[in-house]
């Protein structure tokens, strides 16, 4: 029992002495933790941004016309139309 909680110590210890050398020098920390996410994440992520890509632009393409005239039939219009609002 004595020596799991030397060995705690211990790595507390080690714990402290690496991060006050995180203070003195920034860079140290992200050499530790500065690891690069495994390549399927890279991959799936990118596969979901494209997808979401696609799907934005084929929602914007499946809006209905608008161009619809205002009138039933050539003759003139009392009211005239705008599209925009």
Known sequence: MT???ALAKAIEIQSLAREEQWRHN???FYLDYGIEPPRLFIWIG???AA???LYKAMKKADQPEIGQSAC???D???QAA???M
């Open 72 to 74: 039933d039939s050539n």
């Open 46 to 48: 990118r596969m979901f």
């Open 82 to 84: 705008c599209s925009r």
């Open 3 to 5: 020596e799991s909680m």
């Open 26 to 28: 920034e860079d140290l």
């Open 51 to 53: 997808l979401n890509t």
């Open 76 to 78: 003139y219009c009392g």
